[in-house]
T-cell receptor, first 111, second 116 residues
């Protein structure tokens, strides 16, 4: 059974610092891994999707890496801003076409 | 183009009642998935439908059921509501129900269900 873990559960940083969010999964037989952002009480916004054959994906200040063999992904957010405050979720897609999510990392960027 | 839409936005029910949640996928998407997100946790997979057929089911009791209509919209039904069913219910649509690594799921805003 696939299990996804995100550590830490919460993170607080001053504005301008780089954010590093971690995601680990137990079964390396995945099709892709996605990072999502969720604002309080809202739905999920897809940030980056990394295919199983890829090592990393970049979009603006966001960069996500994937090491399938070790079951790890890292999301880097450069030069954090107060608007980056949200919960960040990672999810893996494997057999059965469902997404398995981690518990999320709640981020607070202090001005 | 409109994204995934869900209705209602919020819902309050009492224990033992029944609820129906609705989802309209992105135009051209044929697959709809449902997820339950309890406060403070990540979403949990409930169902996936493609071309009106169930393609996947998560570890939820039979009180949970769903269906997909010819226009690809979907309903999630929950019978005999329990306090523990209080959650944000998310709908996601995708082009297909394939194992393609590029087949992305797009999420709606969710329906917040409160069971008293």
């Amino acid at each position: 059974k696939q299990e996804v873990t995100q550590i830490p559960a919460a993170l607080s940083v001053p504005e301008g610092e780089n954010l590093v969010l971690n995601c680990s999964f137990t079964d390396s037989a995945i099709y892709n891994l996605q990072w999502f952002r969720q604002d309080p009480g809202k739905g999920l916004t897809s940030l980056l999707l990394i295919q199983s054959s890829q090592r990393e994906q970049t979009s603006g200040r966001l960069n996500a890496s994937l090491d399938k063999s070790s079951g790890r992904s890292t999301l880097y957010i450069a030069a954090s801003q107060p608007g980056d405050s949200a919960t960040y979720l990672c999810a893996v897609k494997a057999a059965g076409n469902k997404l398995t999510f981690g518990g999320g990392t709640r981020v607070l960027v202090k001005p | 183009d409109a994204g995934v839409t869900q209705s209602p936005t919020h819902l309050i029910k009492t224990r033992g009642q029944h609820v129906t949640l609705r989802c309209s996928p992105i135009s051209g998407h044929k697959s709809v998935s449902w997820y339950q997100q309890v406060l403070g946790q990540g979403p949990q997979f409930i169902f996936q439908y493609y071309e009106k057929e169930e393609r996947g089911r998560g570890n939820f009791p039979d009180r949970f059921s769903a269906r997909q209509f010819p226009n690809y919209s979907s309903e999630l039904n929950v019978n005999a509501l329990l306090l523990g069913d209080s959650a944000l219910y998310l709908c996601a649509s995708s082009l297909e129900a394939s194992s393609s690594s590029t087949d992305t799921q797009y999420f709606g805003p969710g329906t917040r269900l409160t069971v008293l």
